[in-house]
């Protein structure tokens, strides 16, 4: 099976920065596509970044330019780097990944449990 750990969530004031990291782990042949979303509640969740196998990056409108997504393809790690924070990324992030397992070679969508990211003064 796979698993997905996320953590560096956390409160901090508007202006702030935080890094959020996610680290796949288990039976992994290859991960395609590891990103991030948000959700608050009374509303979808929606995708904030996501990074392809070949580095591609897209960013949601609201956050270019103060978020960065990056991999790490050794550790199977993804980050977010949040700078700027603004009351409105008040969210429970999720980490998002589709992976090949070694046993099955069957591509699967996996989810983080979510972490706590509140801005506020």
């Known amino acids: 099976q796979v698993q997905l750990v996320e953590s560096g969530g956390g409160l901090v004031h508007p202006g702030g920065s935080l890094i959020l990291s996610c680290a796949a782990s288990g039976s992994i042949f290859a991960i395609y596509t590891m990103g991030w979303y948000r959700q608050v509640p009374g509303k979808a969740r929606e995708l904030v970044a996501s990074i392809m196998l070949g580095g591609s990056k897209n960013y949601t409108d609201s956050v270019k330019g103060r978020f960065t997504i990056s991999r790490d393809y050794v550790k199977n790690t993804v980050y977010l780097q949040m700078n700027s924070l603004k009351v409105e990324d008040t969210a429970i992030y999720y980490c998002?990944?589709?992976?090949?397992?070694?046993?099955?070679?069957?591509?699967?969508?996996?989810w983080g449990q979510g972490t706590q990211v509140t801005v506020s003064s």
């Open positions: 998002n990944a589709h992976v090949t397992q070694s046993t099955t070679y069957h591509t699967n969508e996996y």
